[in-house]
């Protein structure tokens, strides 16, 4: 199995950039497809972007796409979400996720979860 951690949240005004980070430990970091969900409070767990095991290919939701990233690096352990042009309405709680054998877009897909990064965006 792997265990996640996720750094990087913090508050910021609307139009400015944060980063997450999620490191995994335990289980080869390569074998796992990649995926960041979100929470807003009072809303379910939602889908942000994935990535395959290797890198090559990624996938965000529409309401993100074009301003959030993810990226990853597996001799590093590591997955990334670059967000830009954050609006108040991607305040939420984020998640990191891995699966060991499947790459979709419901949380039931994915099999590890980090503990969250908060993510507070005002206007």
């Known amino acids: 199995q792997v265990q996640l951690v996720e750094s990087g949240g913090g508050s910021v005004q609307a139009g400015a950039s944060l980063r997450l980070a999620c490191a995994g430990s335990?289980?080869?970091?390569?074998?796992?497809?990649m995926a960041w969900f979100r929470q807003a409070p009072g809303k379910e767990r939602e889908f942000v972007c994935r990535i395959t095991r290797s890198g090559e290919t990624s996938y965000c939701t529409d309401s993100v796409s074009g301003r959030f990233a993810i990226s990853r690096d597996n001799t590093k352990s590591s997955v990334w979400l670059q967000m830009d042009r954050l609006k108040p309405e991607d305040t939420a709680i984020y998640y990191c996720?891995?699966?060991?054998?499947?790459?979709?877009?419901?949380?039931?897909?994915?099999?590890?979860w980090g503990q969250g990064a908060q993510v507070t965006v005002s206007s």
């Open positions: 996720a891995a699966a060991e054998t499947k790459y979709g877009i419901r949380a039931n897909d994915y099999d590890y």
């Open positions: 335990g289980r080869a970091f390569s074998g796992y497809s």
